[in-house]
């Protein structure tokens, strides 16, 4: 059993800070990939960072200068610091993990934590 838990979401002006924190528990043998994604009300999820194990990331046009993805792997737990808050900005923060539980597996699996809010007021 994998769960990925998140924490850090809630309400804050436009132009402040907040930073979530997802930590991946249970039966791993190693995790790949870490990612945030969002979903705003009447849209789609989307990408809005990733970083691979070894520290490689990528971002939405839309976030970068603006957001940091980190991870600490000897914690299994990925970060999100997000700067300079934009309303659009707001919707559910869903972490997402491509976890290998066990060493003798030749592939991952894909995990999702349950969402954090994230709202920001103009």
Do not use: H
């Not at 994998?2 to 907040?18: H, R």
């Not at 603006?66 to 600490?72: A, E, L, P, V």
């Not at 290998?100 to 007021?121: F, I, K, P």
């Amino acid at each position: 059993q994998v769960q990925l838990v998140e924490s850090g979401g809630g309400l804050v002006q436009a132009g402040g800070s907040l930073r979530l924190s997802c930590a991946a528990a249970g039966s791993i043998y190693r995790i790949s990939g870490m990612g945030w994604y969002r979903q705003a009300p009447g849209k789609q999820r989307e990408l809005v960072a990733g970083i691979a194990r070894s520290g490689s990331t990528n971002y939405a046009n839309s976030v970068k200068g603006r957001f940091t993805i980190s991870r600490d792997n000897t914690k299994n737990t990925t970060y999100l610091q997000m700067n300079s808050l934009k309303p659009e900005d707001t919707g559910v923060y869903y972490c997402n993990a491509d976890i290998r539980r066990r060493y003798s597996d030749s592939v991952t699996e894909a995990y999702w934590g349950q969402g954090t809010q994230v709202t920001v007021s103009s």
